[in-house]
């Protein structure tokens, strides 16, 4: 199990650079999140997969990017599938670990990478 | 958090649907009434044809539809006509596709753009808006259009969207009584921050009425090349396509070379599902068989179907650039088995006048 930051957002070519927004992944990745909190996803947003890909797709033009689209992988998928606004992040690292046979240390490590991009990206919310 | 580039992402999902054949690019036109009586135009029926409306889709049929699609794997959502905002249910249909989440882009004339329109795609964005333009002035608009008024409801459409910040894009057919106008539409579409394409390739009616006859206003194929020249965008991107897809075409016993019904299908107001609009003859209906049926059984027995006859084109380096294909020759001639003169007449011409495509430049 590594999730790794393979969650990719997919932006219509406009010229600008593709590479990753340096300031913003410093700010995310300093971004304390409490492990006894927990995360909700935006009804703002659909998860679809299709074929080998899971993709969530923002509805309104008030998401984080509205020219975007956003691409997980396996890893990240099975996260956002265990998240239901009512486990704690805590909870839902204990499950995957138990689930995939995997330390907690490094269940941990994914399951907080995972959120701290999607809560940059406005895709799920902490509470 | 990694970006990639669309166009990357769309060849994965696009290769990945292929192999598994899924259909991930649907078309549906909800109407083909309108509220112009354009002369090119393949399907158009007046907008108060009550026989036509009587046959048409309903807004539940059509939402089964886009939720069955998107269950099969559907990404990418066009929704077209006829002019598709005269059905008062577009926004409800919109809306729906847009919460399934599928990726929703539709063609309209934009003269039906009203406020409650706005508001909805300014607070729901499609992935593209398109709006057809017919000319630069009102008078070559109008003439296409045959409708007064409709410039000026097309420009205010095109304005409410902009200000709006809507994604879109502008297009127009190339026809022989707006042509000298393309390069000015091009110019407006620029000014106004929007890309622009154009077409000159006219098809006929698709239900064989004779009321109006859209090959009369075909450019002749050198006026297809004096366009193509005058973009030079278009120009290099049709150079790239040529080198990869010009050439000897690989043997096949296949009545269909396309992609069609591959990857992606159509559906009719009516219910009529085919892998392309031209594929009148080879359409289902989703009355009579569901989708699921007509993408696995019908569909797919059309395109494996073998042919039984030969043509010019079977041996044509040039067959991939011109678009001849059986539902063209059937529009065309009524026939499987007579090519489209009019297809090949503007290929071969570009042959001879771009230097790229003749065949000692190789």
């Not at chain 1, 992040?89 to 046979?101: K, N, P, T």
């Not at chain 2, 036109?29 to 036509?52: F, I, K, Q, W």
């Not at chain 2, 097309?154 to 707006?178: D, V």
């Amino acid at each position: 199990m590594h999730y790794s930051g393979i969650f990719a957002r997919i932006r219509q070519d406009k010229g600008g650079p593709l590479n990753d927004d340096h300031a913003q992944g410093m700010q995310i990745k300093s971004m304390q999140i409490p492990l006894d909190g927990v995360p909700s996803r935006s009804e703002n947003v659909v998860f679809r997969k299709i074929e080998n890909e899971y993709i969530l797709v923002p509805l309104l033009s008030t998401s984080a990017d509205v020219e975007a689209i956003y691409n997980l992988n396996e890893i990240g998928a099975i996260i956002w599938e265990h998240i239901d606004g009512k486990k704690s992040l805590r909870e839902i690292i204990g499950e995957l670990a138990e689930e995939y046979e995997v330390e907690p240390e490094e269940a941990e490590r994914d399951v907080l990478d995972f959120v701290r991009d999607l809560t940059g990206s406005q895709l799920i919310r902490m509470s | 958090m990694k970006t990639e580039s669309y166009a990357d992402f769309s060849l994965r999902m696009h290769d990945a649907s292929v192999g598994g054949r899924i259909p991930v690019n649907a078309a549906i036109e909800l109407t083909y009434r309108c509220n112009n009586n354009c002369v090119h135009c393949y399907c158009s029926l007046p907008m108060g044809d009550e026989a036509a409306s009587q046959k048409e889709l309903a807004t539940a049929e059509i939402t089964e539809l886009v939720d069955e699609l998107a269950s099969m794997g559907t990404l990418w959502l066009l929704i077209t006509g006829g002019e598709p905002l005269l059905r008062g249910d577009f926004g409800e249909i919109y809306l729906h596709a847009k919460k399934r989440g599928l990726l929703v882009s539709f063609f309209t004339n934009g003269t039906l753009v009203d406020d409650d329109m706005v508001g909805l795609l300014a607070k729901y964005p499609p992935f593209v808006a398109e709006v057809t333009l017919y000319g630069a002035t009102e008078e070559t608009y109008e003439k296409v259009t045959r409708v007064k008024g409709s410039y000026r409801r097309c420009i205010e459409g095109i304005g409410s969207l902009r200000r709006a910040g809507i994604p879109l894009r502008l297009k127009t057919m190339a026809l022989t009584i707006n042509q000298h106008e393309v390069e000015a539409m091009d110019r407006r579409a620029a000014e106004w921050g929007c890309e622009f394409r154009f077409d000159p390739v006219i098809q006929k009616r698709i239900d064989g009425r004779v009321h109006s006859t859209p090959e009369r206003y075909r450019i002749s194929p050198e006026d297809a090349v004096r366009l193509d020249r005058t973009f030079p965008k278009r120009m290099q991107e049709y150079e790239r396509f040529c080198a990869k897809f010009v050439g000897p075409p690989a043997v096949s016993e296949r009545l269909y070379r396309c992609g069609t019904g591959v990857s992606s299908l159509h559906i009719n107001p009516y219910g009529m599902i085919s892998g392309c609009s031209m594929m009148v003859r080879e359409a289902f209906s989703v009355r009579q068989k569901g989708l699921r049926w007509i993408w696995e059984e019908g569909i797919r027995s059309v395109i494996s179907g073998k042919k039984t006859f030969s043509l010019p084109c079977d041996t044509c380096r040039l067959v991939n650039l011109c678009g001849q294909c059986p539902a063209w020759s059937v529009l065309e001639n009524s026939s499987y088995d007579r090519e489209s003169g009019y297809l090949c007449g503007i290929a071969k011409t570009r042959e001879r006048s771009h230097a790229f495509l003749r065949q000692e430049a190789g």
